[in-house]
Nanobody
């Protein structure tokens, strides 16, 4: 079965950096578009970044553009999210997701989800 396992979350001070990883198994990773989403307490899940399978083209939410970088290593079946200049409002559970086809920013079209990793940014 398909498994997506996030790691790399934690507690960091504002202005700091974290690198999230998402290890995928049970699917042909190189043929899936991948995305990162996040959900803060009491709020709906929101798009963060996505990367296409065919050309590694990327899209970012305006709130993270210029600070976060999504990337993938198809040889390792792993998705990454490098997060720099973290802000208090980046605090959330971060989820990776996979879908067949081109990348999209809408969560509902993703086929598989990880369990999430907590990122907490402190002042």
């Amino acid at each position: 079965q398909v498994q997506l396992v996030e790691s790399g979350g934690g507690l960091v001070q504002a202005g700091g950096s974290l690198r999230l990883s998402c290890a995928a198994s049970g699917l042909t990773f190189s043929t899936y578009a991948m995305g990162w989403f996040r959900q803060a307490p009491g709020k709906e899940r929101k798009f963060v970044a996505t990367i296409n399978w065919s050309d590694d083209s990327t899209s970012y939410a305006d709130s993270v553009k210029g600070r976060f970088t999504i990337s993938r290593d198809n040889a390792k079946n792993t998705l990454y999210l490098q997060m720099n200049s973290l802000k208090l409002e980046d605090t959330a559970v971060y989820y990776c997701a996979a879908r067949r086809g081109v990348n999209r920013i809408v969560a509902s079209v993703y086929d598989y989800w990880g369990q999430g990793t907590q990122v907490t940014v402190s002042s």
